[in-house]
């Protein structure tokens, strides 16, 4: 299996810890589109004829663009050469079997309503005939179709637009639910057009919700923390993804600090409100299935979990990243560079084939943030890591400070461990 990943390059205006490549003015977006739909031509081969069946449109901010706009993009992704290799069957309502979506164990093994479009509804509303044939469905391995959403762009019409589409999963970055929270973030939005995106997403039948909240953030507290967390746990959504603050360089959060503009971001309030967040989650029936990453039973994200399971993905846009199994690359962050690179036909990444130390690396880093856990197997044998013992010492160090437990061969943080995720990860690391 294998994923797609489009990134949309435009914003409202920027946020102010933001460093995804984003731009704030919208002027480009037809030549984009047309850039888009021609990176993707010359991408058919990529995933090697590795059935796809996740597909994610990031940012950026996704929803500035009509949902039709991007339902003519995801139609061209489903060409059957571009790794979409089982027969069409429209009505084929019933997704196949769902795929092990994670790195090993802890695993919950539910699956995930990908029909979140409603019980008995199809999971492609408003399928359209595309130049590839009458009442051929492209994709009958796609699982998950993710549309990232920012609050202020969902509307009633919007909602009407998107369900004529095949998106079948939302995220909103909603952030906070605290006004000061979301002017310090420089957000577009209100919390309570937050509130409503979620009320009318629901309303109109879509249950497969992920929402995305910041921790740390120097106007928050504790008791506006708690209750940020009360309220995205009473809107019932399946799953919630919650990031620290970071102050990324060059941004104006970090302009902002170091003028003495703003409070610095502190240590001591994102442990103590990341701590309460695993404590508060677990209590709600949420597993902390990644460190940032909560869900309900069976409702983590695949996409997402298929990065971190090392599972090949194809990367579209500007700065957007690709993996194949044995290289990574990733396109220019540059959106006149990548116009008029994708006009004339020519690449726009720069590639990396990857050593065995750094697949490694990057399955250590990755693996151990989940609760599948770090497999020794993995690195013992698949990896020929000559220096295992060594690893496997510096392991057990670890475990005795009570950062790692180790079951049946495989590796996992403790909660204390999760607070020092990197710091193990790149320990255990070779070089
Ligand atoms: S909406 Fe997202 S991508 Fe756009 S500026 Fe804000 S954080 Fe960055």
Not at 14 to 20: A, I
Not at 49 to 66: H, I, K, M, Q, W
Not at 397 to 426: P, R, Y
Request: proline share 6%.
């Amino acid at each position: 299996m294998a994923g797609i990943y489009i990134h949309i390059p435009f914003c409202k205006r920027k946020c102010h810890y933001c460093n995804f490549f984003s731009l704030a003015s919208q002027k480009l977006k037809s030549p984009f589109l047309t850039a888009l739909k021609q990176e993707i031509s010359m991408n058919r081969d990529y995933l090697g004829g590795e059935p796809v069946n996740t597909l994610y449109f990031g940012g950026g901010t996704p929803s500035l663009c009509d949902p039709a706009m991007l339902q003519e993009v995801m139609e061209m992704t489903s060409f059957p050469d571009i790794g979409n290799t089982s027969p069409p069957d429209i009505g084929n309502t019933s997704p196949p079997d769902h795929r092990n979506t994670s790195p090993p164990d802890h695993r919950n093994t539910s699956p995930p309503d990908p029909s979140p479009q409603g019980e008995g509804r199809s999971p492609v509303p408003g399928f359209k005939s595309t130049s590839q044939g009458e009442g051929r469905n492209f994709f009958p391995n796609w699982r998950e179709i993710t549309l990232e959403i920012n609050p202020d762009d969902v509307t009633k019409a919007y909602v009407v637009e998107l369900q004529k589409t095949w998106f079948n999963r939302v995220s909103i970055g909603i952030q906070s639910f605290f006004e000061e929270d979301l002017k310090y973030l420089n957000r577009t939005h209100s919390a309570e057009q937050a509130l409503r995106a979620v009320k009318l997403l629901q309303d109109a039948g879509y249950s497969n919700i992920s929402i995305d909240l910041i921790y740390g953030i120097p106007t928050s507290n504790q008791a506006r923390w708690q209750k940020n967390l009360d309220i995205a746990f009473s809107l019932d959504v399946p799953h919630i993804s919650a990031y620290a603050l970071t102050v990324e360089v060059k941004t104006p959060l970090a302009w902002m600090i170091e003028r003495q503009k703003s409070a610095p971001v502190s240590d001591e309030l994102q442990e103590q409100q990341f701590r309460w967040l695993i404590k508060e989650a677990t209590a709600n029936g949420y597993q902390q299935y990644e460190i940032s990453n909560f869900c309900k039973p069976g409702h983590h994200a695949l996409h997402n979990t298929n990065y971190w399971k090392g599972i090949p993905y194809l990367g579209l846009g500007p700065s957007a990243h690709s993996y194949n199994g044995s290289a990574r690359r990733w396109n220019i962050s540059n959106l006149s560079s990548y116009i008029d690179g994708m006009a004339k036909g020519q690449p726009v990444y720069e590639e990396e084939i990857l050593s065995s130390e750094q697949k490694y690396n990057e399955y250590v880093m990755t693996s151990l943030r989940t609760m599948w856990g770090c497999n020794l197997k993995k690195i013992s044998y698949e990896l020929q890591i000559t220096n295992y013992k060594l690893i496997m010492k510096r392991a057990a160090s670890f475990v005795q400070q009570g950062w790692l437990t180790e079951h049946g061969g495989v590796f996992f943080l403790t909660d204390e461990g999760k607070l020092f995720a990197d710091l193990i990860a790149s320990e255990l690391f070779v070089t």
